[in-house]
Nanobody
Framework: QVQLVESGGGLVQAGGSLTLSCVVS????????MAWFRQAPGNEREFVAA??????TTYYADHVKGRFTISRVGATTYLAMNSLKPEDTAVYYC????????????????????WGQGTQVTVSS
């Protein structure tokens, strides 16, 4: 049984930092790309960042590039978030891709087979 367990969300002031963690079990973690998505109330789930199954390449949405960093150590995927803005407020989800060793991680949520439970990030102004 594949499980993704997230942690690290919370309340932070604008300009602050948070690091989210996602531990994968029940799956060969280094054969599937991982991604972070987020969803704010009334909005669709949107891509934030991804790391290729090999751990060699990372991808970012334009609105977080330069502020967020995705990384992986063993079965744990991290999202380090710096210079947070109120518009970063959302529930953040980690996800494990459906296709084994795909060349480029997709940005569409439909391509991800397994999801964490979500962790709330709130940035106050």
């Amino acid at each position: 049984q594949v499980q993704l367990v997230e942690s690290g969300g919370g309340l932070v002031q604008a300009g602050g930092s948070l690091t989210l963690s996602c531990v994968v079990s029940g799956r060969t973690f280094n054969s599937y790309s991982m991604a972070w998505f987020r969803q704010a109330p009334g909005n669709e789930r949107e891509f934030v960042a991804a790391i290729k199954w090999s751990g060699t390449t990372t991808y970012y949405a334009d609105h977080v590039k330069g502020r967020f960093t995705i990384s992986r150590v063993g079965a744990t995927t991290y999202l380090a978030m710096n210079s947070l803005k109120p518009e970063d407020t959302a529930v953040y989800y980690c996800a494990s891709e459906s296709t084994r060793q795909r060349n480029n991680p997709p940005r569409a949520p439909e391509a991800y087979a397994f999801w964490g439970q979500g962790t709330q990030v709130t940035v106050s102004s």
